[in-house]
Every structure is written in C-alpha cells, then in structure tokens.
C-alpha cells in the first residue's frame, strides 16, 4: 500500500483498533521514516487526543493536587539548596574525581604490591638475619675460619649448630667469574663432600649463607669453597679456593 | 502562539513557557499546568478506571511523569496536552489491563514526549472548553452503536475486531464507523468558532 492508502488507517492506528496486516504495513512503513505518513499518523494523535472529551468531567479531589505538589516540593526541599546547573557540574566533577581515582587506585594498587613484595623481602631478610644471630651467637655452635692461598683474598667464617644449621659469613669476597658460582661443600670425614649450598657474593662482597647440611659435625673434616659454573655441582669440578678444618 | 494561549487559557503565558519553567523547577507553574489540565485528566482516567482512589494515583503520577521530563521536551514536536492526555490514557488502559512498568517500557514510550504531535492549525485550537463541548455534542450526536464503538476504542482499548465480538457487529461496519465518527470530529473541530 502507499501512502495514499495507508492515510486511511492513521486515525486506527492511533486509537490502536488497527490490527492484523493492516498495523503490520503501516509499522513497517513508518519505521521507513515515511514524511507523509508520519505528519499524518501525528496530526492523527492529535485529534484521537481529543477523544478524552468524551469523558464525563469530573472535577478531581483537592487531595491529588496536594499530594502532587508535597511530592514535588518533598523532592526540592532535598535537592532545591543547590541549582540544577550546580548538579551538572558536581556530576562533571565527579567524573573527574572518579577517573583520577581510578587513576589513582591503580597506581596505589601498584604501589601496594611492590611495598608487599619489598615487605615479604624484609620479612625473609630479617628472617635470615634472625637465624643467622642465633646460629652465630649459640654458644653450641662450632665456628669454623675458611682460609685461602689466593692473594688479598678475605677469610670466611661459618657457624655450624646442630640444631640451627650452618652459617656462612663473609665481607668483601671477589665476585666470581660471568656465569660461574661460588659452592659451600662439607667434606665428610669419609666419603664425598656433599654440597651446603651455592651463592654469590653481594655488590659490596657480602655474604650471608644460611644451610642444613646432611651430615653431622662430628662426621665433618672440613668446609670448602669451591668456584663452579652457575646452578652448582652434585661433586667439586675444580680444586677449593676456601678451606676450614673442623678439628 | 501567546495569543492563541490568551484564547486557550485566559492567560499570556504558553504551555511552552510553562513547561520551561517547569524544567527550572518552578513548583507555580506545575501548579498552572495542573490548573488547567487536571480536570480533563482525571476525567478521561476516571472514565477508563472506574476506580476514584486508582484514579487519584494515576493522575498523579502522570503529572510528576511531566514534572521529571519536562526538560526533555520540545515544543517544536507539539502542544503539552495532547500529550498528557494521551499518556493518561494510556497508563488508565495499562491499569486496568494489569500492566507492569517493564511491560509498559517495551510498547511504544509517551514518557519522555517521544511523539510528535504537530501543531494543529490555528483555527482548530479553540479554548479547552470548546473543543470539550464539541466532542461531546458530537458524540452525542452520533447513533448509539456508533458511539459505542468509539467507547469501547477509545476507553476500553479493544481492536476492531474485539469491538465487533463485543457488539455482534460486523467487522467491517465497526471500521466504518470509527472511521466515520473520526472524519467527523475533525470535520467540527476544523470549524471555525
């Protein structure tokens, strides 16, 4: 159909007594933006409008209007003490704030990891430093001096407890070679030394080792430090630089 | 338009103007609207409702549906009361069929004056209590079955094929007759006063 036709039913479609093909073709059309059409279908709601007319007229109970205008002004008095363009710009504002927040919470948030992780660090560290004290201030630990033939060469000492373990304590200690590894050995009385660990001095050629070895000191002859590549050896590949006899 | 709204409401201030300032929250001029459509609005819910109490609430709520979206509204799109009038009807009709706010936000929307009703010609805007007179005459005018058919249209929302189970009638004599009964209510309203 065209418009021509369809201008029949604008007023029914209004009304919505429209039905059927009827209001599926005049939908489908106006849904098109059809000009014609849609002036029609409006002038159209104007005149249906009127029908309300019809109604007998009855004066409405003072009551609504009272109760409008209360929920009206009970709405104001709640945001009346600022205009509504002050609204607008809190909201603006607040957009803001809330991106810069977001903003903001992600770098707290970053921040806040990196203190838990440098924390947990400290936590290990002071750990450590715990252990180390009690390991070396134990009156039942046995300390051992680790000497060495290598010129300017510092002396190394552990601490070896039992109960706690074994420390190994050193300052300014030369940095091993690229890719090599510095190896704490226990040398049995018999048998093969058995690894306590690997570790690389700090920047400043500070030590601080912290080991369980699986054996006794009563079974131990020595501690012995020798130079292997990185990630250590089950045995010694190179001759120690450090020795410490236990006796 | 400031002298049509002279003619309309005795007064020099527009429905446009009213709903401007309404917009700005200015609780008199909800009060001036209210004064002048309020009547016909509680009249046409009450017709459809039967129910004074439900009434009083739909009334209500339709003019604080004016009162939050009177910033979006535009007067180039049309007039104020065909709007309200219309938004009446259909929360009356929703009402009484039980409808739920969700099943009223799929059909098609009269909340925010998303309809166009453009500005009838000037001779058709005669005062609110004129036009109101001409439609009742004109109905009244009317043979009973036709106006009926209107009836149950207009304030029971019934198709043209309930209207004919309703009446017995058949399907085609009821869309002549709205049809007809529409032709000649814009015929009366196009008359000059």
Known sequence: MDCDQLKESYEAYVLGVLEGEDLAELKAHLSRQCPVCSKGVGDARWLVSQLAYMAPPVDPPAAIRRGLLDSVVHKQKRLSWMPAWAWAGIAASLSVVALVSMQQARHFQQQTLELEARLKDLTSETETYRKAFAIASSSASKAITLTTTQPAAPQIRAYWNETLGLLLTAQKMPLPPPNRTYQLWVVPKQGRPISAGIFQPDSNGGVLLLSGPATSIADAAALAITNEPAGGQPQPTTTPIWVGPLS | ?193
Do not use: C
């Open chain 2, 1 to 193: 338009m400031g002298l049509l709204n002279i003619l309309m409401h005795g007064e020099g201030i527009s429905d446009a103007d009213l709903m401007a300032q309404i917009s700005r929250r200015e609780e008199r001029a909800l009060e001036q609207l209210y004064d002048r459509y309020s009547r016909a609005v509680y009249s046409l819910i009450l017709r459809i409702t039967h129910q004074p109490a439900s009434s009083q609430e739909i009334v209500q709520e339709v003019f604080l549906q004016l009162w939050r979206n009177a910033h979006a509204y535009q007067p180039s799109r049309g007039p104020v009361e065909p709007w309200l009038l219309t938004l009446a009807r259909y929360r009356a009709l929703d009402y009484v069929r039980g409808k739920t706010e969700k099943q009223r936000q799929r059909e098609e929307s009269v909340d925010e004056f998303s309809l166009e009703v453009p500005m009838p010609n000037p001779e058709q805007w005669l005062d609110q209590q004129r036009r109101a007179e001409k439609v009742r005459t004109l109905m009244s005018s009317l043979p009973e079955a036709q106006r009926r058919a209107i009836e149950l249209a207009y304030f029971e929302g019934m198709t043209h094929s309930e209207i004919a189970d309703a009446m017995k009638e058949p399907l085609g004599t009821v869309k002549t007759w709205i049809r007809s009964a529409l032709t000649q209510l814009r015929q009366k309203l196009a008359e000059a006063s």
